[in-house]
């Protein structure tokens, strides 16, 4: 009586796990290969970070010297490319608007530009 059960019970589960159009059930498979980092895209990450870093305290700290390095790194950043152009992009952008507030403050509290 067990014997004939058993071959019930494995159908069973090979039936649960083909639908109707044959397609297999409870298996999850990725179609999309595993990438690594590249060294250029970690690297061009960290001069953008840098890069805005630089640009935020050239506002406060002589801006004619400190926000064009800024924004010189910026660009190798864009330029190196990978997975961090959008960080790169907003690099450029924070570095351009730091450079305009900076150099106006700068004007404005008689500081010096360089």
Known sequence: MVAAAAPGRAE???GA???AD???DGVALSAVPET???PGEVVAGL???LAIFASLIGVAYRPGRLIP???LLALLATAIGGRHA???SLAILVGGVCFVVGMALAV???HPLY
């Open 12 to 14: 069973a589960r090979a």
């Open 17 to 19: 796990l083909t639908r």
């Open 22 to 24: 044959g397609s297999r």
């Open 36 to 38: 690594r980092e590249r």
């Open 47 to 49: 001069l953008a970070a």
């Open 69 to 71: 390095a800024a924004l």
């Open 86 to 88: 959008r960080l790169a």
């Open 108 to 110: 404005i509290t008689n």
